[in-house]
């Protein structure tokens, strides 16, 4: 089945470490995004991707930091800069940026906490 | 003013009854609208698009008024397994394209 696969699922952070939330997806989409969700809220844009070897900053960009290497996958990396992650992380994928009337496909999500 | 706004709710309400959710966006470049379900802690899924003529599957109707730049959500004969968050998702022809949530609206539907 094509689908879209985050992991982990629950990760923890130390106070200045960085940590890596992994994305991938089957689905041969362009384009793909990563959104922070914070309790009681809607999604917000950290990053996204249009095309492999390219990236923008979302909304709110400080502290994380991605690449797109591979068309099947995009990583975020949360660093020591970014003073409140906690938080649930959603990652999606649409077949082409730009496209009206275009769904994003979810993946499940990762919840990350500070210790 | 935040670009995408939704009554946060809580609705609670008893099975069977009807229930509307309404959104209204300030950016009036959109294109694209769309509602979305979120259950506690999963990730959202598209519930449905929304047309200019208004749309209709099975329960659900969605209306759009672009003069008032708000669309709403009906739930007619609602069910317990309608439980869930809703969010109202906006996206411009600029920009990328760029999809923009609103906080989302809790619904409980009670036996």
């Known amino acids: 089945d094509g689908g879209i696969t985050q992991s982990p699922k629950y990760l923890f952070r130390k106070e200045g470490q960085n940590v890596t939330l992994s994305c991938e997806q089957n689905l041969n989409h362009d384009a793909m995004y990563w959104y922070r969700q914070d309790p009681g809220q809607g999604l917000r844009l950290i990053y996204y991707?249009?095309?492999?070897?390219?990236?923008q900053k979302g909304d709110i960009a400080e502290g994380y930091s991605v690449s797109r290497e591979k068309k099947e996958s995009f990583p975020l990396t949360v660093t020591s800069a970014q003073k409140n992650p906690t938080a649930f992380y959603l990652c999606?994928?649409?077949?082409?940026?730009?496209?009206?009337?275009?769904?994003?496909?979810f993946g499940s999500g990762t919840q990350l906490s500070v210790l | 003013r935040k670009e995408v706004e939704q009554d946060p709710g809580p609705f609670n309400v008893p099975e069977g009854a009807t229930v509307a959710f309404n959104c209204t966006y300030s950016n009036s470049a959109s294109q694209s609208f769309f509602w979305y379900r979120q259950d506690c802690r999963k990730e959202p899924k598209l519930l449905m698009s929304v047309y200019s003529s208004g749309n209709e599957d099975g329960r659900f109707t969605a209306q759009l008024n672009r003069a008032s730049q708000y669309i709403s959500l009906l739930i007619r004969d609602s069910k317990l397994s309608d439980s869930a968050t809703y969010l109202c998702?906006?996206?411009?022809?600029?920009?990328?394209?760029?999809?923009?949530f609103g906080d989302g609206t809790t619904l409980t539907v009670k036996p």
């Open positions: 998702v906006v996206k411009a022809n600029t920009n990328a394209g760029k999809s923009t």
């Open positions: 991707s249009q095309i492999v070897n390219d990236f």
């Open positions: 999606a994928s649409s077949i082409r940026a730009g496209v009206t009337n275009e769904k994003l496909f």
